[in-house]
């Protein structure tokens, strides 16, 4: 059976944290999110991360009981990628340990732009994080053909 649509890319995604100011504050200074919208009535706030939007919601907040996972620590998935642009990754990783953020892994592997740098960490709330750099090379042959 053919879908009856066209996937387009990720609208948004949710993240579960502990204190969402804490939460609107770390990934505004640490990730550079722009605001984005706010909801009080749910104990969620959404931030700009580029193009995406993400979405913070508080697990720990009454409002988001009907929602709330059985788990309430980073389980609710692997990871999340973010990808960035513009900057060295000596920097990157300088900018991170500023932050108190201890670097968990650090090597090239693929995303959806090709090979190249993906730094791990983790955010207050254990979320892992994945910091995922432009691309070195483009698909697996160009490794073995070394273009």
Known sequence: MTVPFVPSGIDHIVIWVGDLEKAREWYQTVLGCRPGYDYPDLAMTHLWYGPVLIGLWDVKDSRSSYARPPSQEGENMHHIAFAWLGAAEADVC?????????ILKQ?????SRGFGLAVYFKDPWGNLIELKGPADYQNASDLQTGL
């Open 94 to 102: 300088r900018h991170l340990q500023s932050h108190g953020i201890k």
């Open 107 to 111: 090597l090239r592997q693929v995303g």
